[in-house]
C-alpha cells in the first residue's frame, strides 16, 4: 500500500526526476534535526516566514551577516581577555552584542552560551569567561557549518525547480 | 344457723381478704413499676442533659478554635504574602540561570504550596464554622466543565494520561446556564482533578455531567413543608450534616426551580480500596502512597464533601465495573437555571429522557427526540448505514476520547466511522469514496455493494430511525453562545452534498503515511466535499510541517487545544447537516501563524476579512535605532512585510537629529501645523553614543515645543521591573523583548492605538 501510494505521488508531482523528493525530504530531515538538537530555534522560523518575493534571500543575508558580526566580535573577545587588565565593561558589551545578533537569528545554543558568558563576567572571573568563550567559539563553529550545509542543501533543491517549503497554517 | 353463718361469713371473710390481698400486692407491683420507669427516665433525662451540656461545650469549643485559627491563618497568610513579595523582587537583581536564580524558583514554589495548605486547612475551618456562605452568580457549567478540564490537560499529559471532557447526552449542554456558586464548584472539581492527575500514572480521566430525573424522595420532601415531619425524616435519615448544611439542603431541595446537576471523575489510576473510602473524606486521612514521591496533605476530598454539601448534594465513591481499575468519584449539586420562568414543582416526567428536567425549567422542545435517551444501549448493530448524514471517519488515539465522541455524535444521529488503528484509515476512506460517488451520481440510494462488516473496522450505526431528526434544544436567551447543541437539519435527498468529515490525531500513526493516504482520498473529491481536521498535541507537535513540504490544504483545520467540548461543537459544525457549509478560511495575518507560537486563538466561525491580503500598517514610517546591522536589518524586513516604510539609523544622536530634521524640514515648508516626522519609532535601549533613554528624553523635550508625540517602542533583550520601569520613565510607550518579530510589534502597536496613541 505504501509503495503504491508513494509511486502515484511521485508520478503526479513530478514530472521530472524522483531525486527532487529525496532532496526536499533530506532537507525537511536536516532541518528538524537542527531544531530538534536546539542548534536552531522558532526565532529562525520567523525569519523564514519573512522572506518571500520581494526579499528572496532574506535568510542567507542576515545570516551571513551574523557570520561576519560574530567573528569580529569572537576576535575582539579573545583579545580584550587577553590583557593585562581586562576592560570587564568592554567585553560584558561585546557579548551583549553577541547574544542579541544570535538570539535574533534563532542560534539557540550560542546565545545560551553568551547568557551563561556574562554571568562570569559580572564575577569578574576570567577562567570562567575563557571557558565560555571557547564554548561559544564552539557553538558558533557548529551553527555557521549546519547552516551552510542547510543553505547549499537549499539550493540543490532550488536548482533543480523545487520550492522550500513555507509555514502557514491555521491553528485552532 | 349459727354454723352456717360462720361458714359463710369466714368465707365471705376469706374471700375479702384473699382479694384485699391481691388488690394490694397489685398496687404495689404497679406502684413499683411505675417508681421503677420514672426513676429511669429521671436517670436518662439526667444523663441526655448531661450529654447535651458535654456536647455543647465541645462544639464551642471547636467552635472557637477554628475561630481563632482564622483568626491567626491572616497573621500566617500576611507573612507568607510577604515572603513571596520578597522573593519577586529578589528575581530582579538576580541573574538568569545562575545557582541563585534556582534557588528562589524553589522558595516561591515552596511558598506557593505552603499557601495552598494554609487555604485549605482555612477553608475546612470556615466552612466548620458555619461562616462559608453560597455564592450565587450566574455561569455557564458547560465552559466551567470545559476550562477546568483543559487546565489539567497538559499537566496530565505531561504523565501520558489523557483528560477526557465526556459530553455524555448532552443534558449540561442544553441546560448549561446556571445560577450558583461557581467559584466553589470550579474547586470541587479542580480538587477532583487533581487528585486524578496525581494518582493517576496512565489510561485516562474522564469528567462528565448530566442533568438528573428528580427523584422520588426528594418530591416528598419538597412537597411536605411541615416542619415536624422534615425533622422526623431527618432523624430517620441519619445524616451528619451540619447544621447549617441541613438547612441548606432542604432549602435546595424544596426549591422547585433548582435542578439536580450530578458529576462524575472517572480515572483509570491506582483505586482507592473499599476499607479506606469513607475514611478518605475524613480531613488528615490519607492512601498510603507507593515511593513515587506523590505527596498530599489530604486535605482536599474533606473539604470537596464539605463543599459539595453545602450546595446540597453529596459525594461518594461509585463502583466500577469488574476489571476496570481506578477510582470513580460522583457528586451531586443542585442549581437553578438562569432564566427561571417556570413555577411548577417537580414532577415525575413519563417521558424518557430526562425531559421532565428541562420543562419545568421553562425551555420549550421542538420536536419529541426520544433518541436522546441518557444511557444509549450498547448494543451496537452494524447494518447498512442510510446514506442521509454525511459520515464522519474518526481516527483517535485514546479508546476513551474515541468512545465519547462517537457515542455523543452518534446520539446527535451522524454517521460516524471509527477507525481503530491507523492501518485501517486507507480501507476505509476508499470505503468512503465509494459510497460519496455513487450518491453523487445517483439520487437514490444504492446499498448494496457496501458490505460495511470487516472484522477491524468497528462501525456503529446511528440509533433507531428518529435519530434523523433529531432537534436540539436552545435557550431563548443564548445567541451566540456556543453552547446550543447544533440544529440537525435531515438532508433531503436533493441536496446530498456528499460531504465527509474527517477527524484525525496526527499521532495516531506515523503522519507521513497517514498524511498521504488522506491526500490520495481528496484527490478525488472536490475539495468542498471534504475536510479534514487534525488533532495534536501542543506539547509534542506530530505534525511535521517540514516533513510534507508544507502541502496540507489551507482549509484543514489544525487543533492542539484538547478536543472536547466548545472544540468538538465547531467540528460538528463543520457538517452541513448542523450549517457549516463552506466555511470560509479564517483568516488572520499570515506573519501571525507562526507554528510554534502559542499566542491568541480565534473561533472558526468568525469571518475576520481576508487581513492577510491587506497590510496592517500601510502608509506608515517608522524609524528604527539600533547599532546592530543584524536587528536593523530585522526591523526593516518586519516592518516593510506590514507595510510600512522604515529609516534607519544607528544611535540616539542620528535618531535625536533625524527627529530634528523632520522637523525643520516642514517649517521650511511652511506647514503650519507640525505633525510628527514618523509615525513609530522602534528604539534600542543599549546603544554606543547615545542610549535609547537619553534619545528619548531628548526626542520628548523636542516634541513638546511643537505638541507632538511620537510613540517609542523600547527593544529590550529582557524587560524586568527596572528596566520597564526606567523606559517608561524616559518617556517610552511601550517596549517588546528582542528579538523583533511581526506579531510582538503589531500587539506592541495596537496597544498603543488603542490607548489613543499620538497627536
Known sequence: MRASLEGEKQQTDQSMDGGLMQMQRRLAEYRNALFKEGILDSQYLQLQELQDESNPDFVVEVVSLFFTDSEKLLNDLSRDLAQQNVDFKRVDAHVHQLKGSSSSIGAEKVKNACIVFRNFCQEKNIPGCLRCLQQIKQEFLLVKSKLETLFKLEQQVVAAGGSIPTVQQPIL | MLVFNSHGSTRLLLLLMISVAVGVIAICSLVFLIVRTRVREMHLRAALIKQMEATRQAESKSMSKSNAFAQASHDVRASLAGIMGLVDISYDEVSPGSELEKNLKQIEACAKDLMGFLNCILDTSKVEAGKMPLEEEEFDLAQLLEDVVDLYHPVAMRKGVDVILDPNDGTVLKHSLVKGDRGKLKKILSNLLSNAVKFTDDGHISVRAWVQKPSLENTILATRGNSSWKRMMCLLREKNDKDGGDEAVNDFRQNPNSAEFVFE??????????????????????????????????????????????????????????????????????????????????????????????????????????????????????????????????LIQNEERRRTCQSYMEKLGIEVLVVSQWQDLPIILKKIQMKVVNVAYHSSSGKSDRSWRIERLSTSASLSKSCSRVKGVSLGSLDGADHTLPVYKSPSHKDQSGFVLLIIDASAGPFQEIFMAVAEFRKLLPSTQCKVVWLDKPTMRSIDQRAINGKLDPDDIIMSKPFHGTRLLQVIRLLPEFGGLLQKRPSRQLRERAVLNAEATEPLAEETGNTHREKPLNGKRALVVDDSEIMRKL?????????????????????????????????????????????????????????????????????????????????????????????????????????????????????????????
Open chain 2, 265 to 394: 471523575v472517572d480515572d483509570t489510576g491506582k483505586g482507592i480500596p473499599k476499607e479506606m473510602r469513607k475514611s478518605v473524606f475524613e480531613n488528615y486521612i490519607q492512601v498510603k502512597e507507593t515511593a513515587r514521591g506523590q505527596e498530599g496533605t489530604g486535605l482536599g476530598l474533606g473539604i470537596v464533601q464539605s463543599l459539595v454539601r453545602l450546595m446540597g448534594g453529596d459525594i461518594q465513591i461509585r463502583d466500577k465495573d469488574m476489571g476496570e481499575r481506578g477510582t470513580c468519584f460522583r457528586f451531586n449539586v443542585f442549581l437553578a437555571p438562569w432564566d427561571a420562568v417556570a413555577t411548577k414543582p417537580l414532577e415525575e416526567d413519563p417521558e424518557a429522557g430526562g425531559y421532565g428536567a428541562a420543562r419545568h425549567l421553562g425551555l420549550t422542545i421542538r420536536a419529541t427526540s426520544p433518541g436522546l435517551s441518557f444511557h444509549s444501549s450498547s448494543t451496537r448493530q452494524v447494518r447498512s448505514p442510510r446514506p442521509e448524514g454525511s459520515p464522519v471517519v474518526l
Open chain 2, 635 to 759: 526591523s526593516l524586513c518586519n516592518l516593510s512585510n506590514l507595510g510600512a516604510t522604515a529609516q534607519l539609523c544607528e544611535n540616539g544622536k542620528e535618531a535625536v537629529q533625524l527627529i530634528r530634521e523632520g522637523i525643520d524640514e516642514q517649517r521650511e515648508r511652511g506647514v503650519s501645523d507640525i505633525h510628527r516626522p514618523y509615525d513609530y519609532i522602534l528604539m534600542d535601549c543599549q546603544m554606543p553614543t547615545m542610549d535609547g533613554y537619553e534619545a528619548t528624553r531628548k526626542i520628548r523635550k523636542e516634541e513638546k515645543r511643537y505638541g507632538i508625540h511620537t510613540p517609542i517602542i523600547a527593544l529590550t533583550a529582557h524587560s524586568s521591573g527596572a528596566e520597564v520601569k526606567k523606559i517608561f520613565e524616559a518617556g517610552m510607550d511601550f517596549h517588546i523583548e528582542k528579538p523583533v518579530n511581526g506579531v510582538r510589534l503589531m500587539k506592541a502597536i495596537s496597544e498603543i492605538q488603542s490607548r489613543g496613541g499620538g497627536v
